[in-house]
């Protein structure tokens, strides 16, 4: 199976619609007090790259949400579309837009630190903290 898979998804209402060329068939938690807060539990992410089409891009706005990211979603209906870091667009895509889910595994976590206690995942998978996530990302 390919590391990559081009994925197509939308948001609720069908007013943006996104085609992620080298979307990864990898999904991640993070669980961040951000992306908590933001989508109401763990943000459910795939890394789709930077080679993404958006449809209907008039329909997104994008949140300055930290120094190093940003937030998009869907203006009329609200679907929480994506998380892109500033410092190279890399874009995570919320797992959930996609319509074809097939090939997709859970086998990560980060901000493991911040997860809250009531709440686990039955799935083994690799676990970061905040502090690994950030040495990560700025080597």
Known sequence: MP????????C????????????QNRVGACHCSM??????????????????EIEGSEHVAVFDSSKWAERGFCSTCGTNLFYRLKQNGQIFMAAGIFADQDGLTFDHQVFIDEKPDYYDFANETHNM??????ARFNS
């Open 3 to 10: 590391n990559t898979t081009k994925r197509i998804g939308s």
């Open 129 to 134: 903290t905040g502090a690994e996530v950030f």
């Open 35 to 52: 992306c908590r807060t933001w989508g109401g539990g763990p943000l459910m992410a795939v890394d789709c790259g930077t080679e993404i």
């Open 12 to 23: 609720l209402c069908g007013a943006v619609r996104i085609t992620a060329h080298n979307a």
